[in-house]
């Protein structure tokens, strides 16, 4: 039991810098988004829970992102038709 909690603490301590928690929560929140998640869930910095609660965080986020710009686009077509007809 101990082997493997020292085996985890040097994997954590060991990783790459990609896998920083700040270099993650920057690429999920500001840059990539819903593409940074395999980057979220091959950290070790991460436990298996806040990796659960960003990743539905992240992808609800991202449907009303999608939601956000459908609205917008049908917005936009009722103005285009409104102006040409």
Excluded at 26 to 35: A, E, K, P
Excluded at 55 to 60: E, G, K, N, Q
Excluded at 78 to 83: A, N, R, S, V, Y
């Amino acid at each position: 039991m101990h082997e493997k909690k020292a085996e985890n603490t040097t994997r954590k301590d060991n990783a790459k810098w990609y896998y920083s928690r700040a270099f993650v929560l920057v690429m999920l929140f500001f840059v990539l988004g819903i593409f940074a998640l395999p980057l979220l869930w091959y950290s070790p910095r991460f436990s298996r829970f806040s990796k659960a609660v960003l990743t539905i965080v992240i992808v609800f986020l991202t449907l009303g992102a999608v939601w956000a710009i459908r609205a917008e686009v049908m917005l936009i077509q009722e103005l285009i038709q409104q102006w040409n007809g």
